[in-house]
């Protein structure tokens, strides 16, 4: 984060005002720019209101949701599907839908309110490329296959394989946002691991644009 040795150009990057009309975000979005700022805006009128993020999230939407979400979406493919489990308010699935529309993201949520709302912000963003399903990711382990599965903040990386690994075809991958000390919870899930043939997980950087902190990724394919 900027110290106060470092005024000046990149002050406006985290003013939660101003960070999301930056020209430096807008660059990095491109085409996808307005349809996450429309996302953000509904994030950030309706979210504390109905129980999606806390108070003081509010003004950090877009440094701790918006562009912590969005980059994951260099680690994910082009085309084909991918399934965001424990989605909750849209976190990073919707992020990546509006970024990735030649992908099928399935968006995975077990509570009946949060699928109201994803429901309803897949429809006010003309999202074609979305389903929503209520459930627990375990609930779907014999209903699909995906290319991809990612989530955000959801559980310790053994219960994530455990959660994530039988929705993702042979050769697919598990790409998570985790955080700095993920490192820890590698050991721990050697075993789950092992089951679906994966060899030690890769810890990735996940930086978006200048100023902002970059999110740490895990990915893991999946070979058997």
């Known amino acids: 984060m ?19 009309a930056s020209d430096a975000v807008k660059a990095y979005l491109g085409d996808a720019y307005d349809g996450v700022a429309r996302y953000a805006e509904l994030l950030r009128d309706q979210g504390e ?8 999230e509010v003004p950090r939407i877009w440094e701790r949701h918006i562009l912590n979400s969005a980059a ?4 994910l493919p082009t085309s084909g599907s991918v399934a965001d489990i424990g989605s909750g308010a849209g976190l990073p699935g919707v992020v990546v839908a509006v970024m990735r529309p030649g992908l099928e993201v ?17 429809a006010e ?11 627990r990711a375990e609930e779907f382990h014999d209903a699909f296959e995906v290319d991809a599965v990612t989530s955000r903040a959801v559980a310790p990386l053994s219960k994530l394989v455990r959660m994530s690994m039988p929705l993702v075809r042979v050769g697919g991958e ?14 721990p899930a050697r075993k ?10 890769e810890v990735l950087e996940g930086a978006t644009v200048d100023g902002v902190e970059s999110t740490t990724i895990v990915r893991a394919r999946r070979g058997k």
């Not at 399935?106 to 897949?122: G, N, S, Y």
């Open 2 to 20: 900027t110290g106060p040795e470092e005024p000046g150009a990149l002050a406006e990057v985290f003013d939660g005002e101003t960070l999301g």
């Open 125 to 135: 963003l003309g999202l074609t490329n979305v389903q929503v399903k209520r459930g």
């Open 49 to 56: 209101l109905r129980g999606l993020i806390g108070p003081r």
């Open 192 to 201: 789950v691991l092992r089951k679906y043939g994966v060899g030690d997980p």
């Open 72 to 75: 994951v979406v260099q680690y």
């Open 106 to 122: 399935i968006l995975v949520e077990p509570m009946e309110r949060r699928t109201t709302w994803l429901t309803e912000v897949v």
């Open 174 to 187: 598990m790409v998570i946002l985790k955080g700095r000390n993920v490192a820890q919870e590698v050991e």
